[in-house]
């Protein structure tokens, strides 16, 4: 059995030892642009991200306790916009399952909380973005269903 909950302060030196596994496979795979090994946030940041309902992070802990994956979602509405319309948009930021659990559906448990989170504050999406040197994060997005909405493209100039 599991449970996902929100995260909270006891989690941060989990959490932070998984933005390493997650700045790793992309720092493997785009040198030039990713330090590593590297976090995308300190642990204070952590503290105030963890405390924002506008910022959601939801953690997988096991049976025993352990934390064995995460999902950092934001909230976007983009209301008054000249452009866009004002839907609600949850944002995955950042999903990361632990290296040795992979496989095991923790990441699709993760995912299907986020959607059904998404679902009970009335939001009209959920959106992320990928990097297409992470094929095995983009096989698992669309065996969840994702599609495409947009794509990013670069011309490096060296």
């Known amino acids: 059995m599991y449970t996902i909950r ?8 989990t959490v932070m030892r998984l933005l390493v596994q997650v700045n790793m496979v992309h720092h493997n795979g785009r040198p030039d642009l990713f330090k590593g090994p590297a976090t995308k ?6 503290a105030e991200i963890f405390a924002d309902d506008q910022r959601p992070v939801f953690v997988y802990e096991d049976q025993a306790g352990q934390v064995l994956g995460y999902a950092f979602c934001v909230l976007q509405q983009h209301v008054g916009s000249n452009l866009m319309t004002d839907i609600k948009t949850l944002y995955i930021d950042d999903l ?4 040795q659990a992979r496989g095991k559906h923790v990441g699709s448990a993760l995912y299907q909380y986020v959607l059904q989170y998404a679902r009970s504050i009335g939001c009209y999406n959920v959106t992320l ?3 297409t040197l992470n094929q095995k994060a983009l096989r698992f997005y669309e065996h969840c269903g994702l599609t495409p909405q947009k794509i990013g493209m670069e011309k490096i100039l060296s």
């Open 41 to 46: 946030y300190t642990p204070r940041e952590l």
């Open 6 to 13: 929100r995260a909270e302060t006891r989690d941060t030196d």
């Open 96 to 99: 990361c399952v632990e290296e």
């Open 129 to 131: 973005n990928v990097w």
